[in-house]
């Protein structure tokens, strides 16, 4: 089945550690983002990269970091800098030329211990 | 920079009632406009979209929702909500910004409003 895989599904992070949420998928989208979710506050792009090698910050990037070696790969690494990590990860993608139509993986929750 | 509101926060409604969920969001320009859906242990999808043209636009399960330009309004609604529509429902905006498309795919997301349908 095409799609997007986040894993894992929970995530614990202790102070001071930086951890790596990862989002593959398979179907071939050039384009792909990271979204965070709290409660009340909907969701808000953290980064997305629209092609391989290349990426841009979204609205809440401070604290984050990302790559894009692949095209299958938009991993987001949480580093310590970011002092509120909390919260719900939704990684998605879309095919370039398409409308804005986006796909949803099925989340990281992540929290601090 | 664009923004949205949605008024409601959690929405609590028998069956067979009427739904409207409100959405208001601030940009000048053309947009594009969404309401995503997220049923509990499930992943976001998309409920509806409005790009162009006949400013009432029907999307999947009986949802429907009203582009009103003069009020900067995106609405949800259904005429008879049924206890599997319990779920979390956002509505996004998308500006399509210049033509090399960086901005596409750029959604901002409101709030999020939790429908619960009691049987």
């Known amino acids: 089945d095409g799609g997007i895989t986040q894993s894992p599904k929970y995530l614990f992070r202790k102070e001071g550690q930086n951890v790596t949420l990862s989002c593959e998928q398979n179907?071939?989208?050039?384009?792909m983002y990271w979204y965070r979710q709290d409660p009340g506050q909907g969701l808000r792009l953290i980064y997305y990269?629209?092609?391989?090698?290349?990426?841009q910050k979204g609205d809440i990037a401070e604290g984050y970091s990302v790559s894009r070696e692949k095209k299958e790969s938009f991993p987001l690494t949480v580093t310590s800098a970011q002092k509120n990590p909390t919260a719900f990860y939704l990684c998605?993608?879309?095919?370039?030329?398409?409308?804005?139509?986006?796909?949803f993986g099925s989340g990281t929750q992540l929290s601090v211990l | 920079a664009q923004s949205v509101s949605q008024h409601n926060h959690h929405v609590i409604l028998s069956e067979a009632a009427s739904l409207e969920l409100g959405c208001n969001y601030s940009?000048?320009?053309?947009?594009?406009l969404f309401w995503y859906v997220q049923y509990p242990g499930q992943h976001l999808q998309l409920l509806l979209k409005?790009?162009?043209?006949?400013?009432l636009v029907k999307g999947i399960k009986g949802f429907e929702a009203e582009f009103i330009k003069s009020k900067f309004s995106f609405n949800l609604r259904k005429p008879s909500v049924q206890w599997s529509d319990t779920a979390e429902y956002f509505c996004?905006?998308?500006?399509?910004?210049?033509?090399?498309?960086?901005?596409?795919?750029?959604?901002?997301f409101g709030q999020g409003t939790i429908l619960t349908v009691h049987p």
């Open positions: 998605a993608s879309r095919s370039r030329g398409s409308s804005v139509k986006l796909f």
């Open positions: 940009y000048g320009g053309t947009v594009n």
């Open positions: 996004a905006v998308n500006a399509p910004g210049n033509a090399g498309g960086t901005s596409y795919g750029k959604l901002t």
């Open positions: 990269s629209q092609i391989v090698n290349d990426f």
């Open positions: 179907l071939n989208h050039d384009a």
């Open positions: 409005y790009f162009s043209g006949d400013p």
